[in-house]
């Protein structure tokens, strides 16, 4: 790639969140009142600018601060806009409301983008509003704050470029014609509406993380992506005041580190998480020698800051989990019993509602937590309570381990029947090939211990 | 902007209330209403009575097809609406919430369209 394409590339990538927000609120009045998308409005500008830059770099060379020459070709092509917008009315009240529109030097100062550091957490705030159903918030916040192309965001969600274009003309038009506001809400809708925020944003993550078919490359950009929006967030977040009292707004900082911490361990672990085959392997058979180590440290040290504000939330206590796997150097090392702990933490926001996670499978986990820490005497009971209960009738996961506690108990004939019905529940290939392998030892009457 | 508010709910929640109940829901109805005056958003509102009395007419071709009850029998039916003035969606949504049936029903919220 040529060196303007490249710088080009970059600014896309790393600027357009910051640029779109800005170019959105310079011309969203204008263009609603002129009946166009200020969504489109805003990216067929930087678009412009982007195009303008692939033509001239090549010949001047490209800028010292190339975001800074982008925004400002940017901007000003904006300007002219709501000049044509103006002159095609040329009523009184129209240039009224131009002129109270915020300073436009039409050679803007490249410190310009930086001067409303709120455009993005405004425009997360509308990309996420509740009214809009989440697979179009996915989109529509990586396609304005993330830099993917349609084309990249479709190709990821394993969708066709028209079904996604035609997802964000929808999400943008109930934006507009059912008058979802565009700023930051005000402090007693806030915990609802971050928690829609930081629930897409974790939505995106997942959706490179757990999804196993699709584009490899195109799915750890998704997390990439993900990553660098929670971190915009959390910037943003520390910026303003949000929230009515400091403690609200320290509360919500907290959430939003907490998850990028979360999804920093996650992460951290990816490259052991799939063997040469593509299978997954599972946490404790891992080579922990292919995990993360930078990513773990700056983990870690996030959550240490999230846990430093002093504001218990669910993304903190699933990333002090995740923290807790990867200190361990060994599937041995792990602090069961604090693990355990943390996953009755968890329960008890889960069941206020605060967290999305299935209660039972936190239950689950929390069994299998306290197994680790105090044996198998004091897990089945609880998993059996699971099974009895038929909350969790199709999940593999439930028999297995179901099957390895009883296994531990000697009871050999519950643990193959259990080892039978994981076997029937799951397609994954990796675990019906270990499924099979419990399977066989038992009934050969071979009695392990834990896998 | 202007919002519809479409008040659904068991009809069976209301008709099942004590004497007590049903004056307290009223009170609350009221109050509710007077806030939306006193704030200047109000701009229409009225109850309905049950989809008991209600009837629904269908013109295909030339022929008119007159049928008894709600044009879709569900287990909330539209018991009633306000309509009202706000400048966005949050603030529709923040009246909707604030509907005394919103409790127990659900609120639809949909913008008025402007030709």
């Known amino acids: ?451 | 902007m202007q919002y519809l508010l479409l008040i659904y709910s068991d009809e069976k929640i209301g008709a099942n209330m004590s004497e007590a109940e049903q004056q307290q829901l009223m009170a609350d109805y009221h109050a509710y209403t007077q806030e939306l005056v006193t704030a200047g958003v109000m701009r229409a509102g009225d109850a309905l009575k049950p989809t008991t009395t209600a009837t629904t007419v269908r013109v295909r071709g030339s022929e008119t097809m007159t049928t008894d009850g709600p044009f879709a029998e569900t287990k909330e039916a539209l018991g009633g609406y306000y309509l009202i003035e706000a400048p966005n969606l949050d603030e529709a949504l923040k009246w909707a919430a604030k509907i005394p049936t919103a409790k127990y029903g659900s609120i639809e919220v949909r913008p008025i369209m402007v030709y």
């Not at chain 1, 200020?38 to 010949?59: G, I, M, N, S």
């Not at chain 1, 436009?104 to 809009?132: G, I, K, M």
């Not at chain 1, 085959?277 to 058979?285: C, E, H």
């Open chain 1, 1 to 451: 790639m040529s060196q303007t394409a490249l710088a080009v590339e970059r600014v896309f990538r790393e600027e357009s969140g910051r640029v779109i927000a800005g170019l959105i609120r310079l011309t969203r009045a204008g263009a609603s009142r002129h009946g166009e998308d200020p969504f489109q409005v805003a990216e067929d500008l930087f678009q412009e600018a982007l195009t303008r830059a692939l033509d001239r770099w090549p010949v001047e060379g490209v800028p010292d601060n190339p975001a800074a020459w982008i925004t400002r070709v940017a901007r000003n092509a904006a300007i002219d806009r709501m000049r044509r917008w103006s002159s095609r009315e040329r009523s009184l009240a129209e240039l009224r409301d131009a002129s109270s529109e915020p300073p436009q030097p039409v050679e803007a100062d490249a410190s310009d983008v930086d001067v409303f550091p709120d455009d993005r957490l405004r425009l997360f705030f509308t990309c996420c509003h509740p009214a809009l159903p989440q697979p179009a918030s996915v989109a529509l916040t990586l396609r304005t704050l993330g830099g993917l192309t349609t084309a990249e965001i479709a190709k990821a969600f394993l969708v066709s470029e028209a079904t996604l274009a035609q997802r964000l003309v929808r999400a943008k038009r109930k934006i507009a014609e059912a008058g979802i506001p565009y700023r930051v809400p005000p402090a007693e809708l806030l915990p609802e509406r971050l928690k829609a925020v930081l629930s897409v944003v974790y939505l995106i993550f997942n959706e490179g993380y757990l999804a196993t078919s699709g584009d490899q490359l195109m799915r750890g950009q998704l997390c990439e992506e993900a990553l660098r929006l929670g971190s915009v967030l959390v910037e943003l977040l520390e910026g303003g005041s949000v929230g009515d009292s400091a403690h609200e707004s320290r509360r919500h900082r907290a959430e939003a580190l907490g998850l990028v911490a979360l999804m920093r361990l996650t992460h951290a672990r990816r490259a052991a998480r799939v063997d040469s085959s593509g299978s997954l392997v599972r946490l404790n058979a891992q080579d922990r020698s292919r995990w993360d180590g930078i990513a773990i440290q700056r983990g870690l040290e996030e959550l240490d800051r999230a846990l430093s504000l002093r504001a218990a939330g669910p993304y903190q206590i699933q990333a002090a989990i995740a923290a807790l796997h990867v200190r361990a150097s060994t599937p041995d090392e792990t602090d069961w019993p604090q693990i355990a702990g943390l996953y009755a933490a968890l329960l008890h926001f889960a069941r206020d509602g605060a967290t999305e996670q299935a209660t039972p499978i936190i239950e689950l986990n929390r069994a299998v937590a306290i197994w680790k820490a105090d044996g198998p005497e004091r897990a089945l009971p609880l998993v059996q309570r699971l099974a009895d209960s038929g909350r969790l009738a199709n999940y593999h996961m439930l028999y297995a381990t179901l099957g390895h506690l009883t296994r531990a108990l000697g009871r050999l004939d519950d643990a193959k029947e259990a080892f039978e019905r994981a076997l029937e529940l799951t397609d994954n290939s990796s675990e019906r090939r270990f499924l099979e392998g419990q399977i066989m030892e038992l009934t050969n009457g071979v009695a392990g211990g834990e896998p």
